[in-house]
């Protein structure tokens, strides 16, 4: 019997979701291609905090990302 590794992550599921009712939210988007960047090694944490810092707390008011708060 062979099973099959569902290696879906939830950034994945995420990113490729449209928002409902807005058609999806392009930085949502971003943010988990960007996400799924880091996985896979293109892309540093510390380049992914610092893009999303001022974003995340404009939207949320604070950021508690690892590194986040410090930022």
């Given at each position: 019997?062979?099973?099959r590794?569902?290696?879906t992550?939830p950034?994945?599921l995420i990113?490729?979701s449209?928002q409902?009712?807005?058609g999806g ?6 943010m988990g ?8 090694g ?12 001022e ?5 949320f008011?604070?950021d508690?990302?690892p590194?986040?708060?410090d930022?």
């Amino acid at each position: 019997m062979t099973h099959r590794i569902d290696d879906t992550t939830p950034l994945d599921l995420i990113a490729d979701s449209p928002q409902s009712g807005n058609g999806g939210d392009e930085f949502a988007q971003r943010m988990g291609r960007d996400a799924r960047r880091v996985t896979r090694g293109e892309l540093s944490q510390e380049v992914f905090y610092e893009r999303y810092h001022e974003e995340i707390l404009a939207r949320f008011g604070f950021d508690r990302r690892p590194g986040g708060e410090d930022r």
